[in-house]
Nanobody, 115 residues
């Protein structure tokens, strides 16, 4: 089983930046890909970004050119750098991990963009 912990959410003004972190832990697992999805109040889940173990990235149009995902394989950690944040980015952000143990998700971290 893989445990997932996110951190780095908070309150930021429009145009500001935040960096989220996601760390996976457990015994004898191998990560295939990591990603983030978000859920705004009253909305469905929205997969916004993913990175594979070989570094291939994929971004939703809504965050392209503003968000950047990176992964430190040695630390089993992914980072999501979010720049030029907009009010519509407000949501709970969940880290999702695809490993040889299956899919694992974190508890989520709140990101609020407000003036």
């Amino acid at each position: 089983q893989v445990q997932v912990v996110e951190s780095g959410g908070g309150l930021v003004q429009p145009g500001g930046s935040l960096r989220l972190s996601c760390t996976a832990s457990g015994s004898n697992f191998s990560i295939n890909a990591m990603g983030w999805y978000r859920q705004a109040s009253g909305s469905t889940n929205d997969l916004i970004v993913a990175i594979t173990k070989d570094g291939t990235t994929n971004y939703a149009d809504s965050v392209k050119d503003r968000f950047t995902i990176s992964m430190d394989s040695a630390k089993n950690t992914a980072y999501l750098q979010m720049n030029d944040l907009k009010i519509e980015d407000t949501a709970v952000y969940y880290c999702l991990i695809n490993s040889d143990k299956g899919m694992s998700r974190g508890q989520g971290t709140q990101v609020t963009v407000s003036s």
